[in-house]
């Protein structure tokens, strides 16, 4: 408001100055004296329009920051018409500033159309924009050309065209660009019927989605299609055939439902490949890209959840600062203004109460703890009971495990037996996460500090489960393998038995060939690690979508239609509409990726069936938020915790990269299926790349690089250099937190010395303030706000007692009056800085100049 | 751009883009929505100018404002005359302010305005209070409303004169993580 102030002030030095000092400098006066004209007639307006005051703030304010251009303006127009009122001016050097001038004029076109591309961003009234934009518009457009004339006025227009187009096509790339961004609508929609929590959610699952598609690009574009396309036919080798004794029931859809018979050996699967190095008139190495691709799978998501961590991180410390507004952020941003429907409002007013109620908990109870010792033991309790149930889930997802691999060698098996696995880990995904929920209510935590617990649990729920099921499967995979070898040499010997009797019978015919289907092959463990993958995904989908169906909409459809008919009111009291559970949406989301990375590599196609789950979810669980949910009571912040949701996918992604590494280096790849068939391990597939199609040297040096004499340094030099900056990192952290608290104690310092003098008698103050050298600078400002009361404002006749209260620095309650800057530092101190009396306090001078004299200007110039 | 709309001229359009956060479509899309409040009192040709506005009844009720318990207070210090009654620049003048282009100061600014119940330029404890009450429908205790208001003004006030001023309300305002997400109201 200091503002207003101002500018009443130099209004009023304005006239002062036209009375007592009159020749001083007529360009100044020139502008004051426009300036009051101004003044005047906008009070006119304000007296008709019987103005409100922020209106008259916004013209203020807008005279304030147009100040620069106008001013030049009008002194242009005067310099050009050489109109200058004032006794004192000297025409004759009109010739010679022309240059300047020119500069001038340039800079304040440049300023204009500064203003023009920045009117977005005012403050002000429509009207007051359309105008203040004409205006400045019309000088543009008046003076760029007489500008340009000097220097090629057409290669000028030209450029402004350009830049006319430049900003037009931005503008239209900016709308083009929005609309590129899939379902942000829809998201839109969500967001603004639920809030902005249960929007992250779907935001994490386009995420999600964007990088399954690009994991999908590679796999099918690099290995899929290629073999489709070069590979071998199906039926040509014995791994691309289903074996006779299957292939009666191979089409049945209840073998195919289980991803066996026809499925099972096509390409979706690692058996199909086969181990020919190249492939096709392109010389395509399939079995090098199937293990570049693996690799690179995990190499992209590494990188690429790495990246949107550090840019949130980064994002997040940019707003640091947490604990100081708690109470204030919460007042004024706690609502969401996207909220556009009842119930979302009437959940937002609900939580909005609960947070100030668990804030002024928080604020009165921060010191005191009674009865810690029962609380502690309820938390143990807790924690001992949820271990119970994590081992419990974990010991049985093991046993039906077992179980299974009994079942599998079992002919007669129903369906139940064959999809126990997957029914027992849906359940247990089903029904643990409530129950942790339950437990967790004895604990007695801050929601905030219980969420995360709870978060943390259902995660180690599902890892459990997850390495109790990877566990099994490599004990599977062991049995398998030990199968193998006694297959290998029962192929062996049939395929040399075969080729002896034929070779016996004509040994100058080449003995017809075994039909593929016949040959007897081995176990090719990685297609069933491939299998099971693929089937716990699908049943994991299925789970997912029925619970949907029946949890939320059954039940919302339930509660709607069957309220009319009951003893109580279903959607208030118990089974009411179900909530939109995003920590176990996100983390369902972060399991199932979790099973992607690690079942791509043994089942090229998962990632397929993964982005139409994907692609699927997205509309599906949009429209059932949207016909069947109620927003989650707890807020969920959604800025904050979405590291925490990458933290967890990073995990997830660490974790499923141990198993996939551990089977690529250390188990030997079946002797008859798969890209890597023949060799010892898989990876041999890199060296025989290196070995037969490059040159030696590289050859040599990729044996130097992989020398564990290079490698192990290489290690210890990456550690120590996370050792080092993490110790920096530290250093900084430190330094922040210190800088952060001398902040504050610098804040609560200033705070305690303005109460004090706030405190300290008034009489001393008034005194303090007389004594100030700059005493003398305070009386024409006091004169000038005596005359702004007087003067015939027709708005603040509340006004006049005004200097004494405000030299008290007591707050004026209501009306006009409260617009004054209630400490009088602001008018004592301000003019001590620009020196005696200048008229403009505290005002940046026009156009920016620095201070010191300007040629073409300094003429006027007031001495300072 | 191929269709042809007669409700504004060209330079109108270019106009209202250049004042605004938004493009031609979406000012039309705008326009739409302003007329669909009141199609009988809006003229569907905009070049004269027409002293057009809409009571706060009409605006109040739009499904995007009509939830919101400041909602009043949006179209009071959206409307020329500050009596919540709104013209179409009014209206785009809301709009573009709390569209997601709008600059942080910007949107402070006139977060400052709506929380400033009385128009005295602070926000003072009586304001407070009415905005505790207003997110909270009355639910707290008078106590409760008390000290959350001297938290506020222990926390946000720089000064120390017992109350908000806008330079304290933007210190504190522009820190707060969600400021920007949270005062969007999306065409």
């Given at each position: 408001e200091d503002k207003e102030e101002d500018e009443s002030e130099e209004e009023d030095n304005g006239s002062q100055q036209n009375r007592a000092s009159r020749r001083k400098n007529y360009q100044r006066k020139n502008r004051d004296g426009k300036k009051a004209r101004e003044e005047g007639s906008q009070k006119k307006d304000r007296g008709k329009t019987a103005p409100t005051k922020d209106q008259k703030e916004s013209e203020n304010k807008e005279k304030k920051t147009t100040k620069r251009g106008k001013e030049g303006e009008d002194k242009q127009k005067k310099d050009r018409k050489n109109s200058t009122s004032s006794a004192s001016s000297n025409s004759s050097d009109e010739e010679s500033l022309s240059e300047e001038e020119l500069a001038m004029l340039k800079e304040q076109v440049e300023q204009k159309k500064k203003l023009i591309s920045t009117m977005r961003n005012k403050p002000w009234r429509m009207v007051k924009k359309l105008s203040v934009l004409r205006e400045a518009q019309d000088f543009v457009e008046k003076f760029e050309g007489a500008l340009g004339k000097g220097k090629g006025k057409k290669l000028y227009a030209y450029k402004m065209m350009m830049a006319k187009k430049w900003v037009k096509f931005k503008r239209d790339f900016e709308n083009f660009k929005t609309q590129c961004i899939p379902w942000e609508m829809k998201i839109k929609e969500v967001e603004s019927h639920f809030g902005s929590s249960v929007a992250s959610y779907f935001i994490f699952l386009r995420w999600m989605y964007g990088v399954n598609l690009v994991l999908f690009g590679l796999i099918f574009g690099l290995v899929i299609i290629p073999e489709i396309l070069?590979?071998?036919?199906?039926?040509?080798?014995p791994r691309k055939t289903v074996p006779r004794a299957e292939q009666a029931t191979a089409m049945d859809f209840s073998v195919l439902w289980d991803f066996e018979g026809y499925i099972k050996y096509s390409a979706l699967f690692y058996g199909y490949y086969n181990n020919q190095r190249t492939i096709g008139w392109l010389k395509y190495r399939l079995p090098m890209a199937y293990f570049m691709v693996g690799i690179s799978v995990f190499g992209y998501s590494l990188m690429v959840v790495i990246r949107s961590m550090a840019r949130n991180a980064n994002e997040s410390t940019a707003d640091g600062?947490?604990?100081?507004f708690i109470f204030s952020w919460k007042m004024f941003t706690s609502w969401d203004y996207l909220i556009g429907n009842p119930e979302t409002a009437d959940n937002k007013f609900a939580s909005i109460t609960t947070s100030f109620k668990e804030s002024i908990v928080d604020e009165q109870e921060s010191n005191k703890d009674e009865n810690i010792h029962l609380r502690r033991f309820l938390r143990v309790l807790a924690n001992v009971l949820i271990i119970c149930c994590l081992c419990g889930s974990g010991y049985l997802i093991y046993f039906v495990v077992k179980r299974s691999q009994t079942f599998s060698k079992?002919?007669?098996?129903?369906w139940y037996e064959r999809n126990e696995v997957e029914i027992v880990m849906s359940l247990l995904g089903m029904f643990c996460p409530p129950l942790f929920e339950t437990i967790a209510a004895l604990e007695n935590y801050h929601p905030r500090i219980g969420l995360k617990w709870q978060l943390g649990r259902i995660f180690a729920l599902f890892l459990g489960n997850l390495y109790t099921f990877l566990l099994a499967l490599m004990d599977d995979v062991n049995e398998k393998l030990a199968e193998e070898d006694v297959v290998k040499n029962i192929t062996h010997w049939t395929l040399l038995g075969h080729h002896n009797s034929s070779a016996g019978n004509d040994s100058t015919v080449t003995p017809p060939?075994?039909?593929?289907?016949d040959v007897p092959r081995g176990p090719c463990w990685e297609t069933t690690v491939g299998i099971e993958f693929v089937r716990l995904t699908v049943s994991d989908i299925l789970v997912t979508y029925i619970t949907i169906l029946v949890g939320d909409f059954i039940r919302a459809c339930f509660v709607r239609f069957v309220n009319y008919c009951w003893c109580w009111d279903l959607e208030a009291g118990f089974p009411s509409y179900a909530e939109f559970d995003i920590s176990g949406n996100v983390l369902g989301l972060v399991f199932n990726q979790g099973m992607i990375w690690m079942g791509s590599f043994y089942a090229p196609g998962l990632v397929g069936i993964n982005v139409l789950r994907l692609l699927t979810s997205m509309y599906f669980q949009c429209w059932a938020v949207m016909s069947s949910n109620v927003p989650h009571e707890r807020v969920f912040k959604a800025s904050k915790s979405n590291n925490f949701y990458m933290g967890l996918l990073l995990l997830i992604l660490f974790l499923s990269l141990l198993p996939v590494a551990y089977t690529i280096m250390s188990l030997p790849p079946s002797f008859d299926c798969g890209p890597f068939s023949g060799k010892k391990r898989m990876y041999d597939v890199i060296q025989e790349t290196i070995e037969l199609d490059f040159p030696l040297f590289v050859a040599k040096i990729f044996s130097y690089v992989a020398n564990p004499g290079l490698i192990i340094p290489a290690i210890l030099l990456m550690v120590l250099t996370i050792y080092y900056l993490n110790a920096v990192s530290k250093a900084y952290q430190r330094a922040n937190a210190e800088l952060k608290k001398k902040m504050q104690m610098q804040r609560e310092e200033e705070k305690n010395k303005r109460n004090n003098k706030a405190s300290t008698n008034p009489m001393l103050q008034d005194l303090e303030d007389l004594l100030t050298p700059s005493a003398k600078t305070e009386s024409p400002s006091k004169q000038a706000e005596d005359k702004k009361t007087e003067s015939p404002d027709g708005t603040s006749p509340v006004r006049k007692p005004g200097r004494g209260e405000i030299l008290h620095g007591s707050p004026m309650a209501g009306g006009r009056g409260a617009v004054l800057p209630p400490p009088s530092q602001v008018f004592v101190t301000q003019p001590r800085t620009l020196g005696f009396r200048a008229p403009y306090p505290g005002q940046p001078r026009p156009w920016g100049h620095p201070a010191g004299p300007v040629p073409g200007r300094g003429r006027g110039q007031p001495c300072y | 751009m191929g269709n042809k709309q007669t409700i504004f001229t060209q330079e109108q359009l270019d106009a209202y883009q250049d004042c605004t956060f938004f493009t031609r479509k979406e000012i039309l899309r705008l326009f739409y929505r302003y007329r669909d409040l009141a199609p009988q009192l809006v003229p569907l040709d905009y070049t004269a100018k027409p002293a057009v506005t809409l009571p706060y009844e009409l605006i109040g009720s739009m499904p995007e404002l009509k939830d919101n318990p400041f909602r009043q207070r949006i179209a009071e210090v959206f409307s020329e005359r500050g009596d919540g009654n709104m013209t179409l620049d009014d209206f785009l003048d809301m709009f573009s302010v709390l569209s997601e282009m709008a600059p942080r100061d910007l949107k402070a600014y006139y977060a400052f305005k709506i929380y400033?119940?009385?128009?005295?330029?602070y926000i003072c404890k009586s304001d407070l209070e009415k905005t505790v009450n207003k997110l909270t429908r009355n639910e707290l205790t008078p106590e409760e409303v008390s000290l959350v208001c001297e938290k506020v003004i222990y926390e946000a006030d720089a000064d120390n004169d017992g109350k908000l001023s806008l330079a304290d309300f933007q210190h504190m305002i522009v820190r707060a993580p969600d400021f920007l997400r949270q005062y969007l109201l999306l065409i």
């Open positions: 070069m590979g071998m036919p199906y039926g040509s080798l600062d947490d604990d100081n079992m002919q007669n098996v129903g060939p075994l039909d593929p289907a | 400033d119940f009385n128009n005295d330029d």
